[in-house]
C-alpha cells in the first residue's frame, strides 16, 4: 500500500513537468498573438493557478505553542475547467479587419485546432490551436516547521530546468508563509484556530509566465483521536504577467499584464494522523472551485 | 476491541480515491496533435530619390532571397511535412531616411504585383503617407478587391508544396510596380521606406500535455 501511494504521488509530480514540452509549445502559440489576444488565449489560467497555487497550505488549526515539529510532504491540487473556458472571441489585430463569419478561437485549454479568420483586402489571420486540457493539476512539496510563540514557519519550492532536453527552459516555484495560533490567547475556544499567510511566486522561462499569489485564513480544526476536521475562511489575490517575442517583429517583446484578481476561499477538509504520515484531502470554494489531498511525514 | 480500530484503513481508502477516483489531482499524460500559428515577414526596401513629381518604379524580385519559410518552420518546431496552411496576413511599412524636405508626403501610391501570367494585380491602392520623418511601422491598407493577395497565397502554397526543396524561380518571381505623387510639387525626393508583408502559418506538432 505504501508503494502504490509513493508511485501515485510521483505520477503527480509527473502530470507538471509533463507540461513542459506543451510550455514549449505556449512560447510558440503566443508569440502569433497581439498582447489582446494573448490575454484571451490564457485567460482561463489565472482562476486555475489561483485556485490552486492558493489551496491545501494550512490543514490544521492547531499550532503548538513552542517546541520542535515539523513535516514535509508534498500537495496536490486539482481543478475543472469549465466549457466556457475553451473558446474566446478574438479581437482584430492592427491593420486587420476581420470580414463574417466572426469565428471564436480555442483559448490554451480549448480545442486543438487553429481557427482561420478571413479579414478585408483577402488577407487572413490564423488563432492558434489550445491543448484541449479538461483539468488542471498542481503538485507543491511543503516543508513546516515550528514552532516559537504559537507561530510556524511554511515553504513551498519547487523548480526544474529543462534546456538541455530542449523544453522550455526553466520553471520556478516559491511559497513561504506562517501560521500563528490564535487559539493560546483565548483558551476557552472549543477548537484550535490560527492565522495563516502565505505568498508564493511561480515563473516558466523567468518571465514567459509569472505569477504572485497571495493567500490569508483562519483556520479552525479540533481533533477527534486521530482524525482531524478543518474548515478555514481566507482570502486570495493572484496576479499573471506573461512576456513573449512577437513573431511578426523578431527582437521585440510583447508583455501582457492581466488584472490581480481577488477571490474569497473557503476550505473544509480531514486531516488524519497516521502511523507513518499525515494525509489530508480537503475541497475549496476558491476563484475556481477545486479538490486537495496532501502526503506529509514528521509531526506538525 | 480498539475503538476507530478501522478509521485508519478508512480514511487511506478516501484519500486514495480522491487521488485516483476523481482524475483530477492525477493528470494522464496524453500526446495531442496542436495546430500552431506562427507568423513571419519579408521586407523590401525601397529608396525614391530624384523623384520629381510621380514616383514610378517597376522591380522583379524572387520573393525566397528575404523570405526563409523553412527557418520558421524549423524555429517553431514545425516540421515542413506538417505546415497546414499559409497566407498573407498583412502589409506594413515604415519610413527609415527621411526626406530633408519638410512636408514630404507620397499621395494616392498603388503598389501592384504580377506573378508569371497573371498580369498586374493591385495590392496596395490610394495609399497616402508622410516622409518628413522616420516611422515605426505602420498598417497598409490592402486593395479590397483582393486579387493580389490571392496570386501571393497562391505563391505562398508553391512555396510550401515544394518544401524542403527550392521551388522553381518562375514560381517564386514577382514583379511589383509602385506609383505614386511626391508632394510638394517640384523639389526631388530623398527618402527610403520599406515594406514588410506579414505572413501567417499553421502547422501541426505533437505535444505531450496532462489531462
Known amino acids: ?238 496576479k499573471m504577467d506573461a512576456a513573449y517575442e512577437d513573431a511578426g517583429n523578431p527582437g521585440s517583446n510583447i508583455s501582457v499584464d492581466f488584472d490581480r484578481t481577488s477571490n474569497r476561499h473557503l476550505t473544509a477538509g480531514l486531516l488524519a494522523h497516521l502511523a507513518f504520515a499525515t494525509l489530508h484531502a480537503e475541497g475549496n470554494i476558491a476563484a475556481t472551485n477545486g479538490v486537495a489531498v496532501g502526503l506529509s511525514f514528521g509531526r506538525q | 476491541m480498539r475503538p476507530f480500530g478501522y478509521l485508519p484503513r478508512l480514511v487511506l481508502a478516501f484519500a486514495l480515491g480522491a487521488m485516483n477516483g476523481g482524475c483530477v489531482l492525477i493528470p494522464e499524460i496524453e500526446d495531442r496533435v496542436v495546430e500552431l500559428a506562427v507568423g513571419g515577414s519579408t521586407v523590401v526596401e525601397f529608396v525614391s530619390n530624384g523623384t520629381v513629381n510621380q514616383h514610378d518604379e517597376t522591380n522583379t524580385v524572387n520573393v525566397l532571397e528575404g523570405f526563409n519559410l523553412a527557418q520558421i518552420l524549423a524555429d517553431a518546431g514545425i516540421d515542413v511535412s506538417n505546415v497546414t496552411n499559409i497566407a498573407l496576413s498583412g502589409v506594413e511599412y515604415r519610413v527609415t531616411v527621411a526626406d530633408p524636405q519638410a512636408g514630404r508626403q507620397i499621395v494616392n501610391g498603388n503598389i501592384t504585383i504580377a506573378r508569371g501570367l497573371s498580369g498586374e494585380l493591385t495590392l496596395l491602392s490610394g495609399f497616402n503617407a508622410a516622409a518628413d520623418a522616420v516611422t515605426g511601422w505602420q498598417v497598409a491598407p490592402l486593395d479590397p478587391g483582393g486579387a493580389a493577395v490571392t496570386e501571393i497565397n497562391a505563391m505562398l502554397n508553391d512555396i510550401r508544396t515544394e518544401l524542403p526543396l527550392s521551388p522553381p524561380p518562375e514560381l517564386t518571381t514577382i514583379t511589383y510596380h509602385v506609383t505614386g505623387q511626391s508632394l510638394p510639387l517640384g523639389i526631388p525626393t530623398n527618402f527610403t521606406f520599406e515594406m514588410k508583408v506579414k505572413i501567417t502559418i499553421t502547422g501541426t506538432v505533437q505535444v505531450s500535455v496532462p489531462t
Request: aromatic share 12%; glycine share 10%; hydrophobic share 45%.
Open chain 1, 1 to 238: 500500500m505504501r508503494r502504490w501511494i509513493v508511485v501515485t504521488l510521483a505520477l503527480a509530480l509527473l502530470g507538471l513537468t509533463a507540461a513542459a514540452p506543451a510550455g514549449a509549445q505556449l512560447s510558440e502559440n503566443l508569440g502569433a498573438l497581439t498582447g489582446d489576444n494573448a490575454r484571451k488565449y490564457l485567460g482561463p489560467l489565472p482562476d486555475a493557478l489561483s485556485g490552486t497555487m492558493n489551496s491545501a497550505i494550512f490543514t490544521s488549526g492547531k499550532v503548538p505553542k513552542v517546541g520542535l515539529n515539523f513535516s514535509v510532504g508534498v500537495k496536490l491540487m486539482g481543478v475543472k475547467f469549465a466549457d466556457e473556458d475553451r473558446l474566446y472571441a478574438p479581437t482584430d489585430p492592427p491593420g486587420f479587419t476581420s470580414v463574417p463569419p466572426i469565428e471564436p478561437a480555442p483559448t490554451v485549454v480549448g480545442s486543438t485546432t487553429a481557427v482561420t479568420q478571413n479579414g478585408q483586402g483577402g488577407a487572413t489571420v490564423f488563432y492558434p490551436g489550445g491543448f484541449d486540457i479538461g483539468e488542471f493539476a498542481f503538485a507543491a512539496p511543503q516543508l513546516t516547521i515550528g514552532s516559537v510563540m504559537g507561530t510556524r514557519a511554511v515553504v513551498r519550492w519547487f523548480g526544474m530546468d529543462f534546456a538541455s532536453e530542449n523544453f522550455i527552459d526553466k520553471i520556478s516555484f516559491f511559497g513561504i508563509g506562517a501560521q500563528h495560533s490564535l487559539s493560546q490567547h483565548v483558551p476557552t475556544l472549543p477548537i484550535d484556530l490560527a492565522l495563516g499567510v502565505f505568498y508564493q511566486s511561480f515563473k516558466i522561462n523567468d518571465s514567459l509566465l509569472e505569477t504572485k499569489a497571495f493567500h490569508v485564513d483562519v483556520t479552525g480544526s479540533r481533533s477527534f483521536v486521530f482524525l482531524q476536521p478543518y474548515a478555514a475562511i481566507g482570502f486570495d489575490t493572484f
